[in-house]
């Protein structure tokens, strides 16, 4: 802390005051430590340091801080002269300030409190992967390797784009397991699928334009497009994923479609082959953009892996969105956007202007990590865990909950949907009355594009959650959602 600054500011503030320039420093300190600006434990400045800073004697110094010790708020070590631990003053509450909302936007003031950091572990939080069977050491090894290689150079603002070496490594990655017909220069890295979507959102339309958003959604799309002030239209999702019908694309024609084909979210069903072609077509035909969020297509658990929309057709019109959030670890905030060739030197201008690169390290160690085989060898071994827990849920879902609702999206990704065969059930309720149960299922409804959707039920992730553990896990789920239906069906009789 910056004691020269904290003293002047307080000698201006009692400049009424004749105290010698001692009581001063003394009546300073004391107050920052009764009031907790100097925290317990903070080591102040060495009474010669502070002397010739502030331009006093030292004894003047050596006097304030004997003093602080006689009252006993600060002791004295080897370290130095530090602040005590004592029962900060209690500071007034300050005044209620009806006018606290009045600078926010709507948009603002329509924001949904986001789960703390409790509540995005364990049973059975959708989005998270089993970060205890995380290679770290293997990690840790990369990213000290890539921080030992680091030039003078490196230490700079990087590349707008993204670390070359990543770039090519995410290409060939892509195009191998992925189906993806791209180069490196078409790559972009960004800090996650909401970095990705926010400069989608912006670099790809303007202020009024339409987007398409599934209905049941992802609400990062929703409100990335909000923020670049985009007209969302709702879509239906079924069994087949988005299903646009020939009324949507003459009332209300898009400028962007988003989707999330391979695993729909939330409700995991996958977009068929004839739908991609038919949805590919159409919006070549009606000048609009696809962005295909392919967020946890690497666990797919039944059938053979399905290839990227990006690649099914030559010159798709589709900007593919990818994230290491799913397949690694959540905060390394690593995705990427692979955009057209068409849309490639528009794209680097804008990303250059917007956005200062930096974590070259990490960059450089996931770059490594891709090429030595690490990472596909590691989403193996997650694709076979993530079936069996996969497995567990399903059975365990079909014995305690199997009349009340029905399994979808399980064939895919760490998440699957439970939707209520009662479209009349409180699908947010349910969910509220879990979390008291420690369990978090998100609500089908809450993911509604506009109020446009029927889906009633829950959102489970079980990527983190062990097999032997599922089945106890679901009873307790099921005890709160027949309580739900009983009361539903009695207030109905």
């Not at 490196?184 to 202020?207: E, M, N, Y």
């Not at 694709?383 to 009349?403: E, K, P, T």
């Not at 089908?444 to 106890?472: C, F, I, K, N």
Request: glycine share 8%; hydrophobic share 45%; net charge positive.
């Amino acid at each position: 802390m910056d004691l020269s600054l904290l003293i002047t500011g307080y000698a201006a503030q009692h400049s009424h005051r004749s105290w010698p320039r001692q009581r001063m420093l003394h009546e300073c300190l004391r107050a920052a430590i009764r009031n907790g600006t100097l925290a317990a434990g903070t080591r102040l400045a060495a009474s010669r340091a502070l002397a010739e800073e502030l331009g006093l004697a030292r004894n003047t110094v050596l006097y304030a801080y004997e003093q602080l010790a006689s009252e006993g708020f600060v002791t004295t070590d080897r370290r130095g002269t530090v602040v005590a631990t004592i029962a900060a003053e209690r500071k007034p509450s300050a005044p209620p300030r009806a006018s606290a909302r009045a600078g926010l936007s709507q948009r603002a003031r329509g924001l949904r409190p986001l789960p703390g950091p409790a509540e995005m572990m364990g049973a059975f939080v959708p989005g998270v992967p089993a970060l205890d069977h995380f290679p770290l050491t293997l990690w840790r090894r990369m990213l000290e390797r890539a921080s030992r290689s680091l030039t003078v150079a490196q230490l700079n603002y990087g590349d707008p784009a993204g670390e070359p070496l990543l770039r090519e490594a995410i290409a060939d990655h892509l195009r191998a397991a992925r189906g993806v017909v791209c180069d490196a220069g078409q790559v972009f890295i960004t800090d996650g699928t909401q970095s990705s979507l926010d400069l989608c959102t912006h670099a790809l339309a303007d202020a009024g334009d339409t987007i398409w958003i599934e209905s049941p959604g992802y609400g990062g799309a929703l409100a990335a497009s909000r923020a670049a002030g985009l007209n969302v239209a709702g879509i239906e999702v079924d069994d087949d994923g988005i299903a646009p019908t020939s009324q949507d694309w003459l009332l209300r024609p898009p400028r962007l479609i988003y989707t999330t084909p391979s695993h729909q979210y939330p409700v995991g069903s996958v977009l068929s082959l004839r739908r991609r072609l038919a949805l590919i077509e159409a919006a070549r035909a009606a000048g609009a953009l696809i962005i295909e969020d392919d967020y946890d297509s690497e666990f797919r658990h039944d059938g053979a892996p399905l290839s990227a929309m990006q690649g099914l057709a030559a010159d798709a019109p589709v900007v593919y969105l990818g994230t290491f959030s799913k397949t690694m670890f959540p905060s390394l905030r690593i995705g990427f956007a692979v955009v057209p060739p068409a849309l490639e030197a528009a794209f680097a201008l804008m990303r250059a202007q917007s956005h200062a690169a930096g974590r070259v390290a990490e960059q450089l160690a996931l770059a490594e990590f891709l090429r030595s085989g690490q990472f596909a060898l590691h989403v193996r071994r997650m694709r076979r865990l993530y079936r069996q827990r996969r497995d567990a849920l399903v059975a365990a879902l079909d014995r305690h909950l199997g009349s009340v609702a029905t399994v979808h999206g399980g064939s895919a990704g760490m998440h699957l949907a439970l939707r209520f065969r009662d479209g009349a059930m409180d699908d947010v309720a349910i969910s509220a009355r879990a979390l008291e149960h420690g369990i978090v299922v998100n609500a089908l409804s809450r993911h509604d594009t506009h109020g446009t959707s029927g889906w009633r039920g829950l959102m489970l992730g079980y990527a983190q959650v062990p097999a032997e553990e599922m089945d106890e896990l679901v009873k307790r789920l099921a005890a709160v959602v027949h309580m739900a239906a009983f009361s539903a069906g009695r207030v109905a009789r």
